[in-house]
């Protein structure tokens, strides 16, 4: 597997699939997840529609993963996870790194070679970034996977130098 690492906008990605930093209700939101539904249209919103109607009644659990059409992105697919709350009291590091292989484990079951990350719950769910670079890059590591590409991209200069310091 090769890591890379980019700077820049996750929509833009010309890989298999795009990791959507999601919420459980798969609806879209801010960050990451509001990005991904904004530029790939109303087809996404659509197919978690479907998802909510079907087995996710009650919204996608911290650490899984699913996967719907990408729209109108690049992309062929995106793969939705649901990171978990930064906690100062609880250790939550394990549901991170579950975000990560369980993508990997969708991307495997839709046969993609190709997948960009984001740094999931870095944004809004206040996950500190040196933290969550050194668990996802720790998961994918790990993962049993036949993904060859996988890219971290990555919004700003300070994420990028904080994933690039953790790669090597």
């Known amino acids: 597997m090769e890591i890379t690492l980019v700077l820049g906008d996750i929509t833009e990605q010309r890989a298999d699939a795009v990791v959507n ?4 209700s798969l609806m879209g939101g801010g960050g990451v997840d509001g990005a991904i539904h904004r530029r790939g249209g109303p087809e996404i919103l659509e197919e978690c529609r479907k998802l909510r109607a079907s087995q996710y009644g009650k919204g996608l659990p911290t650490g899984q ?3 719907t059409t990408a729209g109108r992105l690049p992309a062929r697919w995106v793969i939705h996870t649901v990171g978990p709350v930064y906690s ?3 250790d939550r590091s394990e549901q991170l790194a579950s975000c990560y292989r369980e993508s990997l484990r969708v991307a495997d079951s839709l046969g993609v070679t190709s997948v960009a ?3 999931v719950s870095t944004g809004i769910y206040g996950w500190p970034m040196d933290d969550a670079a050194r668990i996802a890059l720790d ?3 790990g993962a049993d996977t036949a993904v060859r590409d996988v890219r971290f991209v990555l919004f700003d200069a300070a994420a990028y130098a904080v994933f ?3 790669a090597r």
């Open 139 to 141: 998961a994918v590591r």
């Open 21 to 24: 930093a999601a919420n459980s």
């Open 88 to 90: 100062r009291s609880e």
């Open 164 to 166: 690039e310091s953790l």
């Open 65 to 67: 993963a699913v996967a």
């Open 117 to 119: 990350f984001p740094a």
